[in-house]
C-alpha cells in the first residue's frame, strides 16, 4: 500500500510538472478583439506562380486593399536593418547564397524576390504600405541576435498606429515580449514533434509539445496545419486563442475556421471574417 501511495503522489506531482511547464496565458476579450475571426493572408497576398512574390509590398498591398489580415516575418540585415523576409537565407527566394543576416541592408537591395521587380522591404515600408487598413501578425525570426531584433522591431511597432501582434517559433523571444511589452498580444508557433528535424529529438519535443510555455505564456498558440499531440489539445483547453497555419485548400475552409480562432491562408480567396 506504501508504494502505492507513492507511486499516485510521484504521478500527481509530474502532471502539476506538466501543468506548469505548460500553463499559457489567457488574453482578455478586448486584447483579441482587433485579430479575432479574421483570415489572415501568409506573408502577404501572394500568387502560387510567384508572379506576386511572397513577403512583397505588391502582397501586402493586395491584402490589405481586399481587407485581409496580414502574417509576415522580420529579421535583421548585418548592419542591424529591420528587413521582411522568411527565410534565414536568400537562396530560394533570390537566388542568391548566403544568409539573411550576412548582408547589409544595401546588398539586401540588390536582389529581387522571385525574379520580380520586387525587392526586400523593410517593415516601416510595409507599415507605409498598409497604413492600419490590416491587422498584422508578425513573427520574430530566431536567430543570433535574438534580443536586438526584439528591441528594434518593438521600437518600429511602437511608432506604428495599428494593430499587431507577435508571435515566434522561439518560446525565448515570445517570452521577451511577456517582459518588456505585456500589452501586446503574443503567440508560440509551433508545429508536431517529428517536423523539427532539424534540431535534437529532445529539441522538437519542447517545442512541438508546447513545454516552451514556461518562458513566455503564450496568449494564442498558432500551430501547424496537422493533428495536434495531447499535450496541444490541453493547452488549447487552457484558454490562450486559437490559430491555424497554414490553411491552402479551399475544401478544408469550414473546419479550419470552425476550430479556430485565426485562419492563415495562402493560395486561395476566402472571406475576410468568418467569426
Known amino acids: 500500500m506504501t508504494v502505492l501511495w507513492i507511486l499516485l503522489a510521484a504521478a500527481a506531482v509530474l502532471a502539476l510538472l506538466a501543468l506548469f511547464l505548460l500553463w499559457p496565458g489567457r488574453p482578455s476579450p478586448e486584447k483579441t478583439a482587433p485579430f479575432y475571426g479574421r483570415n489572415y493572408a501568409h506573408r502577404g497576398l501572394h500568387s502560387q506562380d510567384k508572379s506576386v512574390p511572397e513577403n512583397s509590398l505588391a502582397a501586402f498591398r493586395l491584402a490589405a486593399e481586399a481587407g485581409y489580415g496580414i502574417e509576415l516575418d522580420i529579421q535583421l540585415s548585418r548592419d542591424g536593418q529591420v528587413v521582411v523576409f522568411h527565410d534565414d537565407t536568400l537562396d530560394r527566394v533570390c ?28 517593415l516601416t515600408e510595409v507599415f507605409a504600405e498598409v497604413a492600419g487598413r490590416s491587422p498584422f501578425i508578425i513573427e520574430l525570426k530566431t536567430g543570433p541576435r535574438n534580443a536586438e531584433l526584439c ?36 503567440g508560440q508557433l509551433a508545429g508536431p514533434p517529428r517536423t523539427y528535424n532539424n534540431m535534437p529529438a529532445v529539441g522538437g519535443l519542447v517545442l512541438g509539445d508546447l513545454l ?53 491562408f495562402e493560395f486561395y480567396r476566402p472571406q475576410v471574417k468568418f467569426k
Open 95 to 122: 537566388g542568391v547564397h548566403g544568409r539573411v543576416d550576412a548582408f547589409t541592408l544595401e546588398e539586401l537591395r540588390q536582389m529581387r524576390l522571385c525574379g520580380t521587380g520586387e525587392k526586400i522591404p523593410l
Open 151 to 186: 528591441e528594434k522591431g518593438l521600437a518600429l511597432m511602437r511608432a506604428y498606429d495599428g494593430p499587431y501582434c507577435v508571435e515566434s517559433f522561439d518560446p525565448r523571444i515570445v517570452g521577451w515580449f511577456k517582459k518588456h511589452a505585456p500589452d501586446l498580444l503574443r
Open 212 to 264: 516552451g510555455n514556461v518562458l513566455a505564456r503564450p496568449e494564442f498558440i498558432a500551430y501547424d496545419n496537422k493533428p495536434k499531440p495531447a499535450c496541444v489539445r490541453l493547452v488549447e483547453r487552457l484558454g490562450p486563442a486559437k490559430v491555424l497555419w497554414t490553411a491552402r485548400d479551399e475544401a478544408d475552409r469550414e473546419r479550419v475556421e470552425k476550430e479556430n480562432d485565426l485562419v492563415i
